[in-house]
């Protein structure tokens, strides 16, 4: 369930808007005291924020520039400034949608809906990388190919993104046992041979059998198909 954290200082919209979200799915809670706004904020780490633009201690604006430089949350401001300056600025410092009071909780929940929906599309692209010949999953440890995907052990699938970010270049056992190591996995030079074996043969069961090539006193090579 997304969170959704209400920066307005006026508390009946405040608790109306709390309790409509509450009622359309989301998890909607307040801030209540403005003392210490940006803190409490990155604290509460919600996945959209609706900001007003007039509070008490910092405005909305300066604490919008502020967030933005530390985290990518949705931002909305909701405000009485109906002036295309105070939009400007807003846009600029990072917010993703400029709604003026009054306005229509409809429209505000459909631009809320979008918002959280296209995060969520940009989420799953992140943890996706696409090696042309297939499709790596970083959220499943799993490589895709034509609907067909293929569990992975942490170690295989760490050893095949470090093949994927070298694609076609000669990769040394020692790079790959470094790269391990580095990502606190350390294997040992038998352990990282079962592994590359493993590998090739889930490789094969996606049609890529000649994929990943030995080097002969070199190391390993990952070609692109054809």
Known sequence: MHKILIVEDDEKLRDELE???????????????????????LKINPDLILLDINLPGADGEFICKEIRKQSNMAIIMVTSRDNELDELISLNYGADHYITKPFNIQILLAKINSLLRRANMSIENSNRIDAKDFTLDMSKNTMEKNNK???????EFRILKYFVENREKIVSREDIIECLWDSESFIDDNTLTVNITRLRNKLEELGLKELLQTKRGQGYILLKKG
């Open 19 to 41: 309790k409509f979200l509450n009622n359309n799915g989301y998890k909607a809670e307040s801030i209540k005291k403005f003392d210490n706004t940006i803190h409490d904020i």
């Open 149 to 155: 995907s293929i569990e992975l052990t942490k170690n």
